[in-house]
């Protein structure tokens, strides 16, 4: 089931990064006491009552000669379009603002629910505030305190009050559903259409033409699979993905429904800082993960240049170094009958089960081989290992006391187990819990 879509917008400079950390529980935005400040649109995952959806904070929307007022202006948009639940905040300190007005305006156009918070109310003695605001037709304002976390529950409870069940098709557990992400223009959908073998993805040369995710059900040597790519035009008088950044919630939507996700790289430009971010949300949320080079026929090649690509994209991307990476040209289709295999393996492996006697023999060859660390003198201690889950393979392991499983110990543990178990292509995940 795809995750809601939360987005806070409003003018520059009333709280939103503040109330936006507040909901994630992290800090993540950029929080500065400067109109503007916000830049790029963030993305995060959020909990309210068992209700989990994403998070978008945003740019604010401004009349006037602010910094980036129309890349702010772009993202405020842009978010608005892709939310399901948009929260509308404002600044109980300086009341209804003309810069407000036109917010509310855009939000009328949206169509979509708008629950309507009054942010800076930091005591009961303000909420006579909020009563300005009744005047913007949102219904009622609810008076929050983004610095002191004040009111959140309430706005938050109106929020998921308008989270629909969206009906997804249902596909059979032998289906591997896989989708392509990374920044426009470095060939997803001619990839798509080299695998299907016609073209049902408009492909442009423009970055930005892809706007919403259709599904493509296909079939080789006996396995069926399904591509869950990002097709169609954009909407015309909107300006989608004109740099990088626009590319990521997308993904997210993309990513939460697949098993298998495929990176793709642009072997023409190479690898930017925006192919990290997007494959760290593929790796974060548990997915199997493929590194395609995608343009290969447009790279200057000898002996040594595949070698070359290789030890760059491990030195960039540390984090995935159990993902498979395969070079080909969508275009020519060059080394595209290498993907598929690739994909099945990758499938494969997120959802292998361990026996847990098998388990246990490898945890204690690797105990007796690198012997647990210690802290202040007492020594972790490990009793049992069993899996509790696949997609992502999930392994608890009970220990005396799990703050004495630090991370380069719980790495060297990973290590081991994938070397007895293979696990290419897939994330797995080690929990450590106390023995009750």
Known sequence: MTKPVVAIVGRPNVGKSTIFNRIVGERISIVEDVPGVTRDRIYSSAEWLTHEFNMIDTGGIEIGDEPFLDQIRQQAEIAIDEA?????????????????????????????????????????????????????????????????????????????????????????????????????????????????????????????????????????????????????????GKVYETTEKYSVLRALRAIERSDVVLVVIDGDEGIIEQDKKIAGYAHDAGRAVIIVVNKWDAVEKDEKTMNKWEKNIRDHFQFLDYAPIVFLSALTKKRIHTLLPMINVASENHSMRVQSSVLNEVVMDAVAMNPTPTDNGKRLRIYYATQVAVK???????????????????????????????????PIRIIARARK
Not at 88 to 115: C, H, M, Q
Request: hydrophobic share 35%.
């Open 84 to 236: 399901d639940v948009i929260i509308f905040l404002a600044n109980g300190r300086e009341g209804v603002t003309a810069a407000d007005e036109v917010v509310a305006k855009i939000l009328y156009r949206s169509s979509k629910p708008v629950v309507l918070g009054v942010n800076k109310v930091d005591n009961p003695e303000m909420r006579e505030l909020v009563y300005d605001f009744y005047s913007l037709g949102f219904g009622e304002p609810y008076p929050i305190s983004g610095s002191h976390g004040l009111g959140l529950g309430d706005l938050l409870d109106d929020v998921v009050k308008h989270f629909k069940q969206e009906e997804e098709e249902d596909y059979d557990d032998e289906v591997i559903k896989f989708s392509l992400i990374g920044r426009p223009n470095v060939g997803k959908s001619s990839l798509v259409n080299a695998l299907l073998g016609e073209d049902r993805v408009i492909v442009s040369n423009m970055a930005g033409t892809t706007r919403d995710a259709v599904d493509s059900s296909y079939s080789y040597d006996g396995q069926d699979y399904v591509i869950i790519d990002t097709a169609g035009m954009r909407k015309k």
């Open 392 to 426: 992502p393979p999930t392994f608890v392991v009970f220990v005396n006391d799990p703050e004495l499983m630090h991370f380069s110990y719980e790495r060297f543990l990973e290590n081991r187990i994938r070397d007895a178990f293979g696990f290419e292509g897939t």
